[in-house]
C-alpha cells in the first residue's frame, strides 16, 4: 500500500496518472504525489502536490476527488509561463461525463499558484506551457 508514501509519477495522460494510482491502492483509499515538469524549451516549470481519492462508479467510470496545489515559474526567457489543466467531470443535471476542455489555472504573469478541488472527475492531466500573445501557448509538456 503507497498511503503515507510521495512518489514520482508521469502524468503524461490523466489516464496514465489514475491508471499507476487504481493499480497500485485499493479502489477506496487515497494517493498522493509530488510533481513537477517544464515546458519543450524548459523556460515553463511547474511543480507541486497532487492528490485523488477513489469515490465509486458514476456513468460506468470510475470517478475521484482530486486536488492539487501546485505553481508555475519560468527561466529567463522571454516568454510567459503558464500551468494548464483538463479532467473530464460528471454533470449530474445532464447525467454524463464531459470533457473541461484546457484551462489555464496559473501564470508566472499574475497568479503563479493553484490550489483546487473537484469532485466527481477522472482522466485529469497537468501540462507546462510557454505562452506570448502572439502564440498563444506553446511547447506544452506534462507535468510529472
Do not use: E
Not at 487515497?30 to 515546458?39: L, Y
Not at 519543450?40 to 492528490?51: F, T
Not at 508555475?72 to 443535471?93: E, K, Q, T
Not at 469532485?119 to 507535468?143: E, H, I, K, Q
Amino acid at each position: 500500500m503507497i498511503t503515507g508514501i510521495c512518489k514520482r509519477l508521469a502524468l503524461v495522460s490523466a489516464s496514465a496518472a489514475f491508471a499507476v494510482g487504481v493499480a497500485q491502492v485499493p479502489a477506496s483509499a487515497n494517493a498522493q504525489w509530488q510533481i513537477s515538469g517544464s515546458s519543450y524549451s524548459s523556460c515553463a516549470y511547474a511543480s507541486g502536490d497532487y492528490s485523488y481519492s477513489y469515490t465509486g462508479m458514476k456513468g460506468g467510470r470510475k470517478s475521484y476527488d482530486a486536488r492539487w496545489d501546485l505553481r508555475v515559474g519560468r527561466s529567463s526567457c522571454d516568454s510567459i509561463a503558464h500551468l494548464r489543466v483538463r479532467f473530464d467531470y460528471w454533470d449530474a443535471g445532464a447525467d454524463q461525463w464531459l470533457d473541461s476542455g484546457w484551462k489555464t489555472i496559473a501564470s508566472s504573469a499574475s497568479n503563479n499558484g493553484s490550489s483546487q478541488q473537484h469532485s466527481l472527475v477522472a482522466n485529469v492531466r497537468f501540462v507546462a506551457c510557454d505562452y506570448t500573445s502572439s502564440s498563444g501557448n506553446y511547447g506544452c509538456m506534462p507535468v510529472k
